[in-house]
């Protein structure tokens, strides 16, 4: 054999050849969802919206309690004096009252005092709170370095900080809409298994009750359930079962999709070669079937929870989901009731852009997954 027959023959040898590893299914999903634009930006919202709910009290700057003046202005970040000499620390300026009156509300228009800044940073000591509820701090992401208050989103009726209630009304919000679709997924996706897979007179009878879930009316059925309970509740009652009527009237939507992809994989050849080799029904639904429904219930909860959301605010609105002393967005959007009051205190209205910014988030994930767990 000649030199350049070995070299050709070492060339093509098995163990010179390159060796290609097989991404698995989630690495594969996660290749192509990086690669849309939105789906990224949902991803990071989200992740945002729950670092903020989970350390309210950090990156709240003040206490949601404590009281001030009643609609006071938001306080605009400055760089500049009174003069308007330029500065390289920000600012804000504490607000007083000045001799003129409203000619609407006829009280005192409240105006910066550029005689009192308040220098702005990070990590500042402000009001006291326990992290998780028991480790004692007083250290805030962003306020004002005297401890003096300051309103970046104005105040409420009652003088209280809207920006410091809408962070700490992310909590119960998005408590509310995760406990909802969890209990509406492991309800929802169970009952369309079961009745997919079996099929015959088991399904018929399943998917007549399902459409009488489906065919009652949600609203008027909301306000007449919520308007059971005493006032004088107690509020993690009256919170359990706005939780629960809101998941008895949900999971019907969400079995209905998995019955279809389930009655589809159940004809597949690896369930009926798992079938015929004597699986139980109980191992089939679960470890053949279940697992590839997945992707479909995962983008299904990511585009569940904003309807949630914007439910709970509209329930809230209208006091039927939650009691003071708790805070969510729909609670706080009770002030906006009158023309005249927004009209008057347009800041109150921060709230919606909250629910906007979550809705949002929630809606791209669920396109952006949508997108990549699709195999065509």
Known sequence: MTAIDQTTTKMITPATEPQQANESYVALVWRRFRRSVTGMIGLALVALLFLIAVF???????DPMETHASFSPPQAISFTDKEGTFGIFPRVYATAETEELDPV???????PDYD????LGFFVKGAEYHLFGLIPMDRHFFGATDGQPVHFLGTDKFGRDVLSRAIHGSRISLAIALSVVFIVTVIGTTVGLVSGYFGGTADTWIQRFVEVVLAFPQLPLYLALTSLIPVTAPTHVFLTFVVVVMSAL???????EVRGKSMALSRIDYVRAAIAVGATDRRIIFQHILPNVMSHVIVSVTLHIPSVVLLESFLGFLGFAVKPPLISWGLMLQDTSTYSVIGSYPWILAPVGFVLVTVFAFNALGDGLRDAVDPY
């Open 250 to 256: 949900g999971w019907a939507q969400m079995s209905r």
């Open 116 to 119: 009192n800044p308040h220098y």
């Open 105 to 111: 509300t006829f009280q005192p228009i409240v105006g």
């Open 56 to 62: 309210a009290n950090f990156f709240a700057p003040m």
